[in-house]
């Protein structure tokens, strides 16, 4: 009998034995595929997400396996697949199914901020190997100078000045897109999700989204002490001006279209 090819695929990532495998797909669009696959291994049903995106939306299928070898911040990698650019496939990565988890958000958001410090001090001395999976490089200054052209208005010289500033702290893998749906809260702790607009810059604007976030949220949440612990975790010290400028800076940018 000819086995089935999604057996064959499920049991080889996992490297071990499975029955009863089976999938559905629970989220397609243009930027991405979401099919979750049931399978029974050691007596119980377990489940995997796999994920296929465009190949110009593939930055996490490069980067969620480098992480999750230095971090469980992020979703388990089972395996993944970056097919050739000659053969008309998207690229995948198959991890662990947390997408049913409740957000971090629902909880305690500090511990959001310490994940988030957490990935940012795993891969600290691995730049350059960051760079050779393709995470680009966007100072403030180039995220604020990327706007005009993608949305066609001005921005403000405050907002222009807020992204100079900033550009004077020291530059960490932000998320670039931190905000509460992208967070699950999980057995082990906070996870942090879809890191396909991650980029080398600033730290403190990926707090600013997540502040900003939470204030739509929950106007009643007290956000003000995320940035005095992110400054804490990280051996940074950010006074007003500083805060100040990171949300001018992230209202400038995602007011617009995202980057």
């Not at 499920?10 to 243009?30: C, F, G, M, N, T």
């Not at 702790?189 to 890191?195: Q, R, S």
């Not at 400028?245 to 995602?254: N, T």
């Amino acid at each position: 009998m000819k086995e089935d090819p999604l057996h064959a695929f499920v049991s080889r990532s996992l490297r071990a034995e499975v029955s009863d495998v089976r999938s559905e797909v629970i989220a397609k669009d243009p930027r991405r595929e979401l099919e979750r696959i049931r399978f029974r291994q050691d007596g119980g049903e377990r489940t995997l997400i796999l994920q296929r995106v465009p190949a110009d939306e593939a930055l996490e299928t490069q980067l969620l396996p480098f992480l999750a070898r230095r971090t469980d911040r992020v979703p388990a990698v089972r395996s993944r697949g970056i097919p050739p650019p000659t053969v008309p496939a998207w690229p995948w990565v198959l991890v662990e199914d947390v997408v049913d988890a409740p957000s971090a958000c629902e909880r305690d958001p500090r511990d959001i901020v310490r994940a988030k410090v957490t990935v940012e001090q795993a891969v600290r001395s691995d730049v350059p190997a960051l760079r050779a999976l393709g995470v680009p490089a966007f100072a403030p200054a180039d995220l604020v100078a990327r706007v005009p052209r993608q949305a066609g208005r001005a921005i403000g010289a405050g907002a222009r000045g807020a992204a100079a500033a900033l550009g004077a702290l020291p530059v960490v893998l932000a998320h670039g897109d931190l905000v509460c749906a992208n967070t699950r809260d999980t057995e082990r702790g906070v996870v942090l999700l879809e890191w396909r607009r991650a980029h080398l810059g600033c730290g403190l604007l990926d707090v600013a989204r997540l502040v900003s976030d939470l204030r739509a949220w929950d106007e009643r949440t007290k956000t003000e002490e995320l940035f005095a612990l992110y400054g804490q975790l990280s051996g940074q010290r950010f006074d007003s001006e500083a805060i100040r400028a990171a949300e001018l800076v992230d209202e400038a940018i995602h007011a617009a279209t995202t980057y």
